[in-house]
């Protein structure tokens, strides 16, 4: 049976640290948050982030967008966000309405205040492993603190990750990479039999596609590192991307609920502090 990563515990862990850190900061931060309010998915988390948020003193302003919002009229709720200083984050939460281009909000938040590391300045940063501090997503860098957490070190590791979003798939492989590991991204195009020839080799595989039960027990090697990056609604109740039956193969795995979900959010309120305090030092 495989072993949990704990990331309810974890996370619980960081938060609790976290909280001792703001009341001891002279600043306290507060994280923007721009929404789709008819994305039900995003209310659901704004409101759990929200909620963190307030336990550890972090001030949070939440901003629903209109039905009818365009790219022109975020950028330019962005726009204004980036210019206000008692704001020390931005989170552009994923998906914005239809018709959005999202990539082109990411990139428009200012890097100091780009809490997920979603826009190009950051994400360069993180492709060219700089060795200073900037943010990253939240859901990947969730992933290898719980990895570090575990005593689990990606060198030398075949890691494969099924997904290329800039939200997971992109910084995750990057920050495998980074931590030295042989990182193949597999996704929407890659053929069922060379996806389960590369996941039966894999010693690390990461999965976030949005699809329940995806990954079978069968892909799996006998001991591999499983982390399901999936947040599906399955009759009202939380699932991630891999079949329940990998618990019995997998040497370590995250569960859905308890897993990657609760280390992203711990994550985001930990980067908002560290970006709140870098712009202190500006
Ligand atoms: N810019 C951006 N950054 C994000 O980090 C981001 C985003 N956009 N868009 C949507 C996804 C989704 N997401 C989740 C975070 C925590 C849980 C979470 O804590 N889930 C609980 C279960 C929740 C339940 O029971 O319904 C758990 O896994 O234990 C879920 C989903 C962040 N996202």
Redesign the pocket.
């Known amino acids: 049976m495989a072993k949990i990563l704990d990331?309810?515990a974890v996370a619980k862990k960081m938060r609790e640290q976290l909280t001792v850190l703001v009341e001891r900061a002279e600043v306290k931060p507060t994280l923007a948050v721009v929404f789709d309010p008819n994305d039900d998915?995003?209310r659901?988390?704004v409101g759990?982030k929200q909620r963190a948020a307030a336990k550890v003193g972090i001030q949070t302003r939440d901003i629903a967008v209109a039905p009818d919002a365009t790219t022109a009229s975020i950028e330019r709720i962005v726009a204004e966000l980036n210019a206000d200083e008692s704001v020390n984050g931005i989170?552009?939460?994923?998906?914005l309405p239809a018709g959005v281009d999202d990539a082109a909000v990411f990139a428009m938040v200012a890097p100091e205040k780009d809490i997920?590391g979603?826009g190009v300045t950051n994400q360069g940063r993180l492709f060219a492993n700089e060795t200073s501090t900037y943010p990253v997503?939240?859901?990947p860098k969730g992933v290898m603190t719980l990895l570090n957490h575990y005593g689990i070190d990606p060198r030398g590791k075949k890691a494969v990750v099924v997904g290329r979003s800039q939200?997971f798939g992109r910084p995750m492989a990057a920050l495998l990479l980074n931590a030295d590991a042989t990182v193949t991204i597999a996704h929407r195009y890659t053929d069922e039999q060379t996806l389960t020839a590369l996941l039966q080799e894999a010693d690390i595989v990461a999965v976030g596609v949005g699809i329940p039960g995806f990954i079978k027990k069968e892909q799996i090697k006998e001991g591999a590192v499983v982390l399901d990056v999936g947040?599906n609604?399955v009759d009202g109740?939380?699932c991630g991307d891999v079949e329940a039956a990998v618990a019995d193969r997998a040497g370590w795995l995250t569960p859905?609920?308890?897993?990657?979900?609760?280390m992203?959010?711990a994550t985001?309120l930990e980067s908002t502090f560290e970006a709140t305090l870098a712009q202190g030092q500006e």
């Open positions: 990331g309810k998915g995003s659901l988390y759990m989170l552009i939460q994923a998906p997920d979603l997503a939240a859901t939200l947040m609604l109740k939380a859905v609920p308890g897993g990657v979900g609760p992203t959010i985001l």
